[in-house]
């Protein structure tokens, strides 16, 4: 398994952009599906975007398509997330997670996560 630790949250103004980034401190991602959940205070946690092993395949959430894009090197064992036009509905604390097989958009079948990032967008 993988040890994930993420990077790169604050606090931010509507509008604004954010890179943030998960490494992983301990193995490699090459063999993994990596995906990034978001928790908001009060809620349940949410689905936000996955990428393939081979970066062939992503897929985000339906609020997040068109403003937010996931990436990875795993030359650098790195997922990235960049996130646009950020908004208040996108405070969250923002999860990477690790799957071991075809990528998925359930929380329940990631083996690996990280911390998690804190994301504020103020208005």
């Known amino acids: 398994q993988v040890q994930l630790v993420e990077s790169g949250g604050g606090l931010v103004q509507a509008g604004a952009s954010l890179n943030i980034s998960c490494t992983a401190s301990?193995?490699?991602?090459?063999?993994?599906?990596m995906a990034w959940f978001r928790q908001a205070p009060g809620k349940e946690r949410e689905f936000v975007a996955v990428?393939?092993?081979?970066?062939?395949?992503?897929f985000y959430g339906d609020s997040m398509s068109g403003r937010f894009t996931i990436s990875r090197d795993n030359a650098k064992n790195a997922v990235y997330l960049q996130m646009n036009s950020l908004q208040p509905g996108d405070t969250a604390v923002y999860y990477c997670a690790a799957r071991g097989l075809i990528a998925s958009l359930r929380e329940s079948e990631y083996e690996c996560w990280g911390q998690g990032t804190q994301v504020t967008v103020s208005s």
């Open positions: 301990a193995g490699t991602i090459t063999n993994y599906a």
């Open positions: 990428i393939s092993q081979n970066i062939d395949t992503t």
